[in-house]
């Protein structure tokens, strides 16, 4: 097994973007791809590293990017300033959205017909999207994502199949929240699964996070199960 990167330039309009694509050389023919939408500091290491786990599982893992080539926010501020065009304007989000996806369905590596797409945060939010849009892709996966309906979906049926993976003591995505997701889905049509993690808060799959106050704390627990559960999903879906 070797894993090779490289960074994909791609556009929106004016905007020039960078992904980030991990594969493993010793795989032969085309294989599933897997998008990672990052959180709200945008496309960083954490997401790059995510990239080359999923290759080292087989397929060809897509850190995509919202903001811009080289943009990354440095504190809560500059990140919450960088997500707000886009909680603004979700069609803006679907859109950059859809031209990542269709970058990585176009790439050599990778079988078309078998895509997925994962999520973190505000990630998390952005694969859901997805899903809500009606694209057709295998299915997506949020990591304590934000559940807040778009406002522009509806009537829409998802051909995803979605699995939310959540902290129940997440004060971004409090409780009546998860219950309104679970009946938006249902009344989208999708196959759906929610798993939720008990004292656990945001961001738990991040070892950075440290700051209850804020709501963001590792948990080793949850994030293990979680990405567990993606993988079982990620077989089930390509199989």
Known sequence: MTIQTRTIDYQDGEVDLQGYLAWDDAVEGKRPGVMIAHAWAGRS?????????LAKLGYVGFALDNFGK???????????????PFLDD???????LQIALDV????????????????????????????????????????????????????????????????WDDPMAPPDQVVSLAEELSSMGADWQLHGYGNTMHAFTN???????????????????????????????FA
Not at 90 to 96: I, S, V
Not at 116 to 136: E, H, S
């Open 70 to 84: 080289g943009i990354l926010g440095r504190n809560t501020e500059e990140n919450s300033a960088l997500i707000q």
């Open 207 to 237: 070892p950075q996070a440290n700051d209850p106050d804020f709501g963001t704390v590792y948990n080793p627990d949850a994030d293990r199960r979680s990405w567990n559960a993606m993988q079982n999903f990620l077989s089930e879906i």
């Open 90 to 96: 979700r069609a803006m989000l679907q859109g950059r």
């Open 104 to 167: 990585l369905k176009g790439l050599d590596e990778v079988d078309a017909s078998r895509v997925a797409a994962i999520g973190f945060c505000f990630g998390g939010l952005c694969v859901l999207d997805l899903a809500r849009t009606g694209t057709d892709l295998a299915g997506v996966v949020s990591f304590h994502g934000l559940f807040g309906s778009p406002g522009n979906t509806a009537g829409n049926k998802i051909k995803a199949k979605v699995l939310a993976l959540h902290g």
């Open 45 to 53: 290491d954490f997401e790059n590293g995510k990239a080359e786990e």
